[in-house]
T-cell receptor, first 114, second 117 residues
Framework: AQSVTQLDSQVPVFEEAPVELRCNYS??????LFWYVQYPNQGLQLLLK??????LVESINGFEAEFNKSQTSFHLRKPSVHISDTAEYFC????????????FGAGTRLFVKA | DAGVIQSPRHEVTEMGQEVTLRCKPI?????LFWYRQTMMRGLELLIY????????DSGMPEDRFSAKMPNASFSTLKIQPSEPRDSAVYFC?????FGEGTTGEQYFGPGTRLTVT
């Protein structure tokens, strides 16, 4: 079985401050890990993904996430946030468990204040 | 590609009426998913299809909900009869097959906001 836990439901932060959104997962099989972002009144869109290889992955808009196998974590970070980063962020895990399965976390709402 | 297309974008209906939500996945994608999102319950997977065949419908809340995928380019989610507690945003998503160099990342449509009064 697979599960995803996002430890914070809401994260308020001031503009230009660093932020970390936490994600822990559990799985009995090898997994792929994802972060999706949902802007207001839109669908989810892929932000970044970990497949294999380097444990640090980056997105085009300055976010990065590090896969930590020993801690079963995939935390999302950005060194300096912008107002436009205000959105909900979902961590997800995919694995083959006799069938295709992707599990989404409950989401973390990032609110960037001026 | 136009991405995943959903219609209508907004639907307001009265309790007891039938509601049909529509989805056109990205061409070539093998998997299609239906999700429901509410403030209280977050994002819930209702059902997913592989090559037009329903694989897992364990998330469908009750018999009032049904989903079909008559061909690779079209799917419907029907609620009959609708109830106020069905009010939510319904998302359709599609993806390539898992494996063979792909990782199953999902592409979401813009959603249908359903309000049942």
């Amino acid at each position: 079985a697979q599960s995803v836990t996002q430890l914070d439901s809401q994260v308020p932060v001031f503009e230009e401050a660093p932020v970390e959104l936490r994600c822990n997962y559990s799985s009995s099989v090898s997994v792929y890990l994802f972060w999706y972002v949902q802007y207001p009144n839109q669908g989810l869109q892929l932000l970044l993904k970990y497949l294999s290889g380097s444990t640090l992955v980056e997105s085009i808009n300055g976010f990065e996430a590090e896969f930590n196998k020993s801690q079963t974590s995939f935390h999302l970070r950005k060194p300096s946030v912008h107002i436009s980063d205000t959105a909900e962020y979902f961590c997800a895990v995919s694995g083959w468990t006799g069938g295709f399965k992707t599990i989404f976390g409950a989401g973390t709402r990032l609110f960037v204040k001026a | 590609d136009a991405g995943v297309i959903q219609s209508p974008r907004h639907e307001v209906t009265e309790m007891g009426q039938e509601v049909t939500l529509r989805c056109k996945p990205i061409s070539g994608h093998d998997y299609l998913f239906w999700y429901r999102q509410t403030m209280m319950r977050g994002l819930e997977l209702l059902i997913y299809f592989n090559n037009n065949v329903p694989i897992d419908d364990s998330g469908m809340p009750e018999d009032r909900f049904s989903a079909k995928m008559p061909n690779a380019s079209f799917s419907t989610l029907k609620i009959q009869p609708s109830e106020p507690r069905d009010s939510a945003v319904y998302f359709c998503a599609s993806s390539l097959r898992f494996g063979e160099g792909t990782t199953g990342e999902q592409y979401f449509g813009p959603g249908t906001r359903l309000t049942v009064t």
